[in-house]
């Protein structure tokens, strides 16, 4: 089984690892160091400590021309912020996840997702995102953060599930210190702001154009609106820059009046050139998301989401959300007892604070799969809920469950989800191909209805053209110009 596999459905073992490590010790390294200081060996130190977890946690790194690129960039633009005077200083990580997100921990360890970076349509854009979380480091927001994270009490799976539509997160926490981390992640909008100007300060000394932080979140705020369309959300303000970052549409004009009207490179056609063939959503080696049916062709499983909700395929699990309540597909540790691994996963649910028990654990069979599962009521603080472990065993030492969460008397609305759960034939995992960047060149007579109508969807195809293009809704194509679109291919 290939490494990526085991850190996706094995890091529920591990979740909140690496920003646990971060918060559990005495002093927080950073937190009274003035911001802008170059990095101390302390950071150094705490951030080459759990550099490996956080690689681990959000889809493992790509190595590569594309990865080399993403470094190239990062460790330029961080240069700029005087917190070294060395490149290789910094660690720039291009993580393998279809999530839009980015973030920085101290001593100079940089990320971003794959999918962020085909969101975006030139070099500057790039440098101002990784600078936007470089301005992070160098403001010791995450040390600052850490510190309220050390006095908040513990949080357990209920407190973080419930939370959820309000603290942004639509994954569902899976251990009890995961809640607390849940809840301190955020930054505030003053340091998201500060964020912004130490970005744009950085693309200025490096004579990028300085408004590509402003059309970056443009982009972004475009692509949450659209997946909220896609989802069938109303709420579109929910963003996928992570957890940790605020509403990107209400940052936008900020950042043009920071930009105060200079300008700079754009480097559009070399960054195209550098991200031309990489993969564009789910990777198949972490299963892939095709409308409500999540198909894993290695794992060799699939299962299809109840009409009326949504999947996002994380990096720790895939999670299905709707307003009747949200499930998570995980796995953990099986010895061949599944009526055990149930109870296992209910006491890792309640975690130190909680204890839950469900009524009793029923056995059954789910297309050939043998099957356990329990309900047990709780209450969250604010009303009764019913929390369901739903188990199922594909070998003597492999078993896959959903835990879910409904308001009490609702847990049947998942029953469709866990009878949904069955084994795929080798030509059915052998046809998954997935979606990738292809840049092409306008024609004389193309428009964005032909160029979108090539695009690997069956739905708004033109919606998706235009905003992974950066295009408004009256923006034409310029023949002779380079776009990107999305194809299938091996």
């Known amino acids: 089984m290939p490494l990526k596999i085991t850190r996706k459905f094995t890091a529920m073992a591990l979740a909140g690892a690496a920003s646990l490590a971060l ?3 005495a002093s927080i390294p950073g937190a009274n160091v003035a911001p802008g200081s170059p990095i101390t060996a302390e950071e150094a130190q705490l951030g080459a400590e759990n550099h490996e977890a956080f690689v681990n946690e959000f889809g493992g790194a790509m190595t590569g021309p594309y990865a080399r690129y993403v470094d190239q960039v990062g460790s330029n633009i961080a240069l700029q912020s005087g917190l070294a005077t060395r490149p290789d200083a910094f660690e720039v990580t291009l993580l393998n996840s279809s999530v839009n997100n980015a973030f920085a921990v101290p001593g100079g360890y940089v990320y971003a997702t794959r999918q962020l970076v085909n969101l975006m349509n030139n070099e500057a854009e790039l440098a101002a995102v990784l600078g936007h979380e470089v301005g992070h480091v160098a403001a010791r927001h995450s040390a600052r953060r850490q510190q309220a994270a050390q006095r908040n009490q513990l949080l357990g799976l209920l407190g973080a599930v419930i939370g959820g539509a309000v603290l942004g997160s639509p994954e569902l926490g899976q251990l009890a210190q995961q809640g607390s981390q849940l809840a301190t992640l955020r930054y505030s909008r003053s340091q998201e702001l500060e964020a912004d100007q130490l970005g744009i300060q950085y693309l200025n000394r490096a004579g990028y154009d300085p408004n590509a932080m402003a059309t970056l979140l443009a982009s972004l705020a475009a692509q949450n609106q659209l997946d909220a369309q896609l989802q069938g959300r109303e709420n579109a303000t929910i963003p996928e820059w992570a957890s940790t970052h605020p509403d990107p549409a209400s940052r936008v004009q900020n950042a043009r009046q920071l930009a105060g009207g200079a300008t700079g490179v ?3 056609e070399t960054f195209l050139r550098n991200i031309d063939g990489m993969i ?4 198949p ?4 998301i095709e409308g409500r ?3 894993h062709p290695i794992l060799r499983f699939s299962f299809t989401a109840p009409q009326g909700f949504y999947m996002v395929n994380g990096t720790r699990a895939v999670t299905i959300n709707g307003d009747q309540g949200r499930a998570q597909l995980t796995v953990g540790p099986y010895n061949n007892n599944l009526d055990a691994y149930v109870r296992n996963v209910f006491n890792a649910l309640g ?6 028990t ?4 029923s056995r059954t069979t789910v297309n050939g799969l043998p099957a356990a599962y329990g309900t047990a009521r709780v209450n969250n603080g604010q009303q ?3 929390v369901t472990v739903f188990a199922y065993e594909f070998s003597s030492d492999t078993a896959y469950h959903f835990a879910s969460i409904t308001p009490a008397g609702q847990a049947s609305v998942f029953n469709p989800l866990y009878q949904s759960m069955r084994r795929i034939s080798a030509n059915e995992a052998g046809s998954v191909v997935p979606r990738r960047i292809d840049v092409v060149t306008a024609g004389r007579g193309d428009t964005v209805r032909s160029l979108a109508g090539r695009m690997a969807y069956t739905d708004a195809q033109e919606a998706r053209f235009r905003v992974l293009n950066g295009l408004g809704s009256n923006d034409q194509i310029v023949p002779g110009r380079e776009y990107k679109i999305v194809v299938r291919s091996n």
């Open 23 to 25: 918060g559990a010790c």
């Open 266 to 268: 754009v480097n559009r």
């Open 280 to 283: 564009y959503g789910d990777d």
């Open 285 to 288: 080696e972490q299963g892939i």
């Open 293 to 295: 049916q999540f198909i």
């Open 351 to 356: 975690g130190q604070q909680q204890q839950i």
């Open 358 to 361: 469900p009524s009793s654990i």
């Open 384 to 386: 009764q809920v019913d």
